[in-house]
């Protein structure tokens, strides 16, 4: 959360709380949607793919591409892994900043952290 905020601000205890327990609200919330879509199919497993159709289907659109994007380039991180252990590929890897996708839908610029 500091991150997010000037050096200089105080988060409360009570707030850091708070935060908290709507973080765990908001996944509860995204996770029983896909949950129900799981049960409908007669799956057992939640994957990626669940969360972003039920972030969709909750009206979430903005936080499900930005999970959608994520998704994928985690699974390109996977197969590159992948390939640099079978000995298959090059050195390299793939970064992703989060914040970074999610600030294109707040209407800011991606700011270099480093």
Do not use: W
Request: glycine share 8%; with cysteine; aromatic share 6%.
């Amino acid at each position: 959360m500091k991150d997010a905020l000037p050096p200089q601000a105080k988060i409360s205890k009570r707030a850091k709380e708070t935060i908290q327990e709507c973080a765990t609200e908001f996944v509860g919330f995204i996770t029983g949607e896909a949950s129900e879509r799981c049960r409908r199919e007669r799956r057992k497993t939640i994957n990626g793919d669940d969360i972003c159709h039920a972030m969709r289907s909750l009206g979430l659109d903005h936080y499900a591409d930005a999970m959608r994007r994520y998704l994928q380039r985690y699974r390109e991180s996977e197969e590159l892994a992948a390939a640099l252990n079978s000995g298959s590929a090059g050195a390299g890897g793939i970064q992703i900043d989060v914040r970074a996708e999610l600030s294109i839908f707040r209407g800011h610029k991606p700011q270099d952290r480093n």
